[in-house]
């Protein structure tokens, strides 16, 4: 069996973190959806890096940007490619690809790819 690239969406919107993993796994990739920035952090700690991660920024609990920093303070995840998928945009730190919602999936399937492709060497 080969082993594909996962990709972490940290959404708590169902129907958009369902939308996007159907598309992005019909794109040959495998994903971990998580509603949550401490579920996030918890998949983390106990499975495989995922190539890439896309998350939202404004979530009950936990906000998206301590996920950010998380992820950047940690040398097992500092290098994996990170994407702000968000209804505000503006609230995403320096330096972080963002894909305003509603999404356009192409831009966001062909970061994915890349960021995928990069790990994977």
């Known amino acids: 069996m080969t082993h594909r690239p996962n990709v972490l969406i940290v959404e708590d919107d169902v129907d958009i973190g369902s939308a996007l993993s159907a598309r992005l796994q019909r794109e040959g990739f495998d994903t971990t959806v998580v ?3 401490a ?19 404004l979530m009950p609990g936990i906000i998206g940007q301590s996920l950010l920093g998380y992820l ?5 995840f500092a290098s994996i ?3 702000v998928v968000s209804g505000s945009p503006q609230l995403a730190p320096e330096g972080y690809r963002v ?3 509603p999404l356009d ?5 062909e970061f994915v790819r890349e ?5 994977a060497h």
């Open 99 to 101: 894909f305003r919602k």
């Open 35 to 37: 509603n949550n920035v």
């Open 115 to 119: 960021g995928c492709s990069v790990a």
């Open 39 to 57: 579920e996030a952090i918890d998949w983390l700690e106990d499975a495989d890096p995922p190539c890439v991660v896309l998350a939202d920024l």
């Open 72 to 76: 950047r303070s940690d040398v097992r």
């Open 81 to 83: 490619p990170v994407a």
């Open 105 to 109: 999936l192409q831009p966001l399937i």
